[in-house]
């Protein structure tokens, strides 16, 4: 079974940093593009950042570009987020997923709070 | 970018009727070497992640009951519940990844009459 969990989210000031990670299961996750997709309290759902199987290969949002890093640890099936300079727009829900082009499998997510 | 826009809102519809919502992209989404159109249908029930149904426009997902079904080419395209279950109530999104940033429409709640 396919399986895909974050964690890493949480309270964090504006300004401040947090690491998201995706661990991923159930599938040849060296295989696979992901990407890291969220959704602001009660909005709809916004595409952040995706990278290529290798690592090869990484777009981001341009509200995200300068500040936020993707990149991914296959030999530990890891998916990671990192988040700098976060702004109060930051705070969503985070969802990893599986794929290239549409998302075939989505976690449960991680929410991030940017609050003071 | 690309700005996906769909109609309506939302939607009451009785059980066992035809729902139907609108997807449009502000640019062509078919690549004309392959003739195939980057877009996606997405269901997200309260308190779920998003669950694919249909890719290249009217390709369904494995287990996805055949009563939803994607249709239309270029920047138009549909998403038809041919008969509504209880279980269908839910916000539907279209997406194309047709080039980066990837984008999502604002989404149309779906709810039983």
């Given at each position: 079974e396919v399986q895909l969990v974050e964690s890493g989210g949480g309270l964090v000031q504006p300004g401040g940093s947090l690491r998201l990670s995706c661990a991923a299961s159930g599938f040849t996750?060296?295989?696979?593009?992901?990407?890291?997709?969220?959704?602001?309290?009660?909005?709809?759902?916004?595409?952040?950042?995706r990278i290529k199987s290798d690592g090869g290969s990484i777009s981001y949002a341009d509200s995200v570009k300068g500040?936020?890093?993707?990149?991914?640890?296959?030999?530990?099936?890891?998916?990671?987020?990192?988040?700098?300079?976060?702004?109060?727009?930051?705070?969503a829900i985070y969802y990893c997923a599986r794929g290239e082009q549409w998302m075939s499998a989505w976690g449960q997510g991680t929410l991030v709070t940017v609050s003071s | 970018d690309i700005v996906m826009t769909q109609s309506p809102d939302s939607l009451a519809v009785s059980l066992g009727e035809?729902?139907?919502?609108?997807?449009?992209?502000?640019?062509?989404?078919?690549?004309?070497?392959?003739?195939?159109?980057?877009?996606?249908?997405?269901?997200?029930?309260?308190?779920?992640?998003?669950?694919?149904?249909?890719?290249?426009?009217s390709t369904r997902e494995s287990g996805?009951?055949?009563?939803?079904?994607?249709?239309?080419?270029?920047?138009?395209?549909?998403?038809?519940?041919?008969?509504?279950?209880?279980?269908?109530?839910a916000v539907y999104y279209c997406q194309q990844y047709y080039s980066t940033p990837f984008t999502f429409g604002p989404g149309t709640k779906v709810e039983i009459k």
């Open positions: 996750f060296s295989s696979y593009w992901m990407q890291w997709v969220r959704q602001a309290p009660g909005k709809g759902l916004m595409w952040v950042s500040r936020f890093t993707i990149s991914r640890d296959n030999a530990k099936n890891t998916l990671y987020l990192q988040m700098n300079s976060l702004r109060a727009e930051d705070t | 035809r729902a139907t919502i609108s997807c449009k992209s502000s640019q062509s989404v078919l690549y004309s070497p392959n003739n195939r159109n980057y877009l996606a249908w997405y269901q997200q029930k309260p308190g779920q992640p998003p669950k694919v149904l249909i890719y290249w426009a996805v009951p055949d009563r939803f079904s994607g249709s239309g080419s270029g920047t138009d395209f549909t998403l038809t519940i041919s008969s509504l279950q209880a279980e269908d109530v």
